[in-house]
């Protein structure tokens, strides 16, 4: 599991930015599933979908899609593991093609 904790360059979740949101969003919390909840809910709501906004910069670091707040599909995945991961709550993912 020590892998899906780890810090990466797209999951920068030292970032002081997503250290303050990730523990805003789990004060209050009494499990992990509330925690991963707020955070899921958070980058679903919060944070603009680049293509239905026509927003003209591509996010992909964590850091920068919370800066934004816009991002593809995979951009807002990897803000979402990086809120989850600065909660100490184990997370993986994968691209597929189409």
Known sequence: MKAFLEETKIIDFSNSDIQKLSKELSFGCKSDVEIAKNCFTFVR??????GDYQDNITTYKA????KYKTGWCYAKSHLLAALLRANDIPTGFCYQRI
């Open 45 to 50: 709501d919060e944070i603009r979908y680049t």
């Open 63 to 66: 850091s920068d899609v919370l």
